[in-house]
């Protein structure tokens, strides 16, 4: 894959702030941040903690590019990123982080996660749900009306190679 042709994979889900974060969530962000590297791809994110931290610490520990937009400054960044954005648009970056992926893996999440899959949904970007991280990727499936938008990995592996795939056909 050439510079310019590297997908940008957005890895949305639970910043910590507000929400109890396992071990498990944790772990599965950051092996999607490795297979995202692996894949010679770039990782975005909001930048700050919890699992946009740890998919980016994935990413760095096989030496992949990570971006994160950021909702104020470069305080809130998390120390793994590669390059910060700070924005100083608080949680309208949401949008940003969407619009500048060519595909989107929730992992876990809350509020903040629901609106950058509203929002992914509203601009036509595909969307990986991680199965069994928990929040609101746990529970978007209940949601009759977006449920086929949507599609589904069971592991860190399956829901990268399905981001990467799904962004060949946009």
Not at 11 to 36: M, P
Not at 124 to 139: F, M, N, Q
Request: glycine letters at 10%; hydrophobic letters at 40%.
């Amino acid at each position: 894959m050439t510079k310019n042709s590297r997908k940008n994979i957005a890895v949305i889900g639970s910043s910590g702030w507000n929400d109890e974060l396992n071990d498990f969530s944790l772990d599965l962000a950051r092996e999607v941040g490795k297979k995202i590297a692996q894949t010679d791809c770039v990782l975005l994110s909001g930048g700050r903690g919890g699992v946009m931290e740890a998919a980016c610490k994935g990413a760095n520990e096989e030496g992949g590019l990570t971006v994160g937009i950021l909702p104020f400054d470069k305080d809130d960044s998390n120390p793994y990123l590669s390059v910060s954005i700070p924005t100083h648009l608080g949680f309208f970056r949401n949008a940003l982080v969407v619009r500048s992926a060519d595909a989107v893996i929730a992992i876990r999440g809350s509020v903040g996660t629901l609106s950058e899959l509203a929002f992914a949904l509203n601009y036509d970007v595909p969307v990986v749900v991680l199965k069994g991280s928990g929040g609101i990727a746990d529970e978007i499936h209940l949601m009759e009306s977006i449920r086929d938008k949507l599609s589904y990995a069971n592991t860190a592996e399956e829901a990268v190679d399905l981001a990467i795939q799904l962004s060949e056909k946009n």
